[in-house]
């Protein structure tokens, strides 16, 4: 079983700046890759963010320029700075992990992301 947890979300200004974090833990093999979905109420939800195990990333492009994804393969976290927060970044934001063979794909519980004007 695989196990994600995030931490970093909160309350900021508009062209404030947070830092999302997540660790996996558990029986996770060969990581293909990880990232970030966000969900805004009544909204689809989107990728915000990926890095595969190779160290390519891939960003939405409403984040490109504001947004960077890192990841320590060490210690499987997976970390989003967010900078220059705009209120349209408003949601919750959840990890996740895609590994192993089929590839599987584990999630974490969502952090929620408030940006006011």
């Known amino acids: 079983q695989v196990q994600l947890v995030e931490s970093g979300g909160g309350l900021v200004q508009a062209g404030g700046t947070l830092r999302l974090s997540c660790a996996a833990s558990?029986?996770?093999?060969?990581?293909?890759?990880m990232g970030w979905y966000r969900q805004a109420p009544g909204k689809q939800r989107e990728l915000v963010a990926a890095?595969?195990?190779?160290?390519?990333?891939n960003y939405a492009d409403s984040v490109k320029g504001r947004f960077t994804i890192s990841r320590d393969t060490a210690k499987n976290t997976v970390d989003l700075q967010m900078n220059a927060l705009k209120p349209e970044d408003t949601a919750v934001y959840s990890c996740?992990?895609?590994?192993?063979?089929?590839?599987?794909?584990?999630w974490g519980q969502g952090t929620q992301v408030t940006v006011s004007s």
């Open positions: 558990g029986s996770i093999f060969s990581i293909h890759a």
């Open positions: 890095i595969t195990s190779g160290g390519t990333t």
């Open positions: 996740y992990v895609e590994y192993g063979w089929g590839p599987f794909r584990s």
